[in-house]
């Protein structure tokens, strides 16, 4: 019985024990953590640390070397990403270990009401640290003139060559006669659909054309924007329309052809294939693709080896305006048709037996139930779909970057923001555009979001 007691509160002497170190080392990891950001914000943190480890072992010329750069940075890239995974990792866990220790030494009510915050609040802080605080920064910087600092509206109207109020005007009678246009093409688009379907299409929907022409009239007249700004908002509204229609209906048709044919996952992954390449290794795959070389030499570019073959004239595709900005979309298309046909025909394969049983009891026949029973059910999963792969053609930049660099009107938001920045050092100009970009985001976020609601997520 002695023995007993002695296992009983040596164990027990253990536990107190490490209840006690718990919270010491959440302590610890809050440090490690503090440590590492501060580590990691600093530009020159690795190579002044790997200096001080050299200098320590008694290698002064070479920390020398790695302090001014003059030495192989190698070594100072892995202790970048060793403190990385220390603060990032160990750090982390350390820190939520000791916290949930800590409260455990509180009553069972007081570590209801506090646990969740104990979770949440770290959360929270990264958010706020890496998320809200560098859009608020670049926000301002948008309204700061880069050498004064002095807080002014001179950016934002130097993307504009003359009052927009101005250019609507002197056009009209232009404007006019396209927007009555996009009304009659919402008006035609409402009575078809109700003519297919005997419902009556919802007001925003009929609105859509309208807003689409009032975009392009906006970007597309050379009055509104300085320099090439217009041209670079266009390609913009061209890759969310082109790119985000053409990955989702792709998807979506292969995700119901796929569904009925045999070795449906080898099927599948071959369309899925292009997803797990990175945007840039597509892009120089799809170099090769659209290579060109004068008539006089053997065309390795697959697309002008068909076009030769069928015998017209070697193109210089990437250079070729207007048609450049849609090739380097069929890229995109490429990459995002595997991602829309796994989350549709999840869908699909989603819809209940008994429903199509008995739609085709009542006479439907495959079309009219794919496109309206299957369809409509799988609603929510198409619009996240379009929502998340809008958000990705808003955020564009790798596929232009490799392909053209932003040249012969091809350049998007994201790369003439990049230019901007680390180019020409416009941090105004940049801030702007990036405030242009995060403003286009947020319409789409709201739907995405609101979609989310209407299924039930989060309500």
Request: aromatic share 10%.
């Amino acid at each position: 019985m002695a023995v007993a007691t002695g296992a009983d509160s040596s164990g027990a002497g253990r536990g107190s024990i490490g209840r006690l170190l718990l919270p010491v080392g959440g302590i610890i990891g809050l440090v490690i953590v503090a440590i590492g950001l501060v580590f990691l914000a600093d530009q020159h943190g690795a190579q002044n640390l790997l200096g001080s480890i050299f200098d320590l072992i008694g290698n002064p010329e070479a920390a020398a070397g790695v302090r001014n750069g003059t030495s192989d940075q190698l070594l100072a890239k892995i202790l970048l990403a060793i403190v990385a995974l220390l603060a990032g990792v160990g750090g982390i866990w350390l820190l939520y270990a000791g916290l949930s220790a800590l409260v455990g030494l509180f009553g069972p009510k007081t570590q209801e009401r506090i646990i969740p915050w104990v979770f949440v609040v770290p959360a929270l802080l990264l958010l706020i640290g890496f998320l809200v605080y560098p859009s608020a920064v670049t926000v301002l910087t948008s309204f700061q003139n880069d050498k004064t600092g002095a807080f002014t509206l001179d950016i934002w109207t130097s993307l504009f060559k003359q009052p927009i109020a101005d250019v609507f005007v002197n056009n009209l009678v232009k404007i006019v006669a396209v927007d009555v246009a996009a009304i009659l093409v919402g008006l035609a688009i409402a009575w078809i659909y109700r003519r297919r379907t005997g419902e009556a299409l919802r007001r925003r929907w009929i609105l859509v054309p309208l807003g689409i022409a009032l975009a392009y009239q906006a970007l597309q007249d050379p009055g509104v924007f300085s320099g090439d700004i217009g041209i670079t908002l266009t390609n913009n509204v061209i890759w969310l329309i082109v790119g985000t229609g053409g990955a989702v209906t792709l998807g979506l048709l292969v995700a119901a052809m796929f569904d009925r044919v045999r070795r449906e996952a080898l099927a599948k992954t071959f369309v899925f294939l292009p997803l797990a390449i990175s945007l840039i290794g597509a892009s120089v795959i799809w170099r090769f693709v659209y290579a060109w070389r004068p008539a006089s030499q053997p065309q390795y570019g697959l697309l002008n080896a068909v076009w030769t073959g069928l015998g017209g004239q070697p193109v210089d595709w990437i250079h070729q305006i207007p048609i450049n900005t849609y090739l380097l979309i069929v890229i995109f298309i490429w990459l995002q048709t595997g991602f829309a046909m796994v989350v549709l025909s999840a869908a699909i394969k989603g819809v209940s037996t008994e429903v199509l049983e008995a739609a085709r009891l009542d006479g439907a026949n495959e079309r009219q139930i794919f496109f309206r029973v299957i369809v409509p059910i799988i609603k929510g999963s198409i619009l996240a779909v379009i929502t998340t792969i809008a958000i990705a053609d808003l955020k564009i930049f790798d596929i232009v970057f490799v392909m053209t660099g932003g040249g012969f009107n091809t350049d998007v938001v994201a790369n003439r923001m990049f230019k901007e920045a680390f180019q020409f050092f416009n941090d105004g100009r940049a801030a702007a555009l990036a405030t242009i970009l995060f403003l286009g985001v947020l319409p789409v976020m709201y739907i995405n979001l609101r979609n989310l609601r209407e299924q039930g997520v989060g309500s």
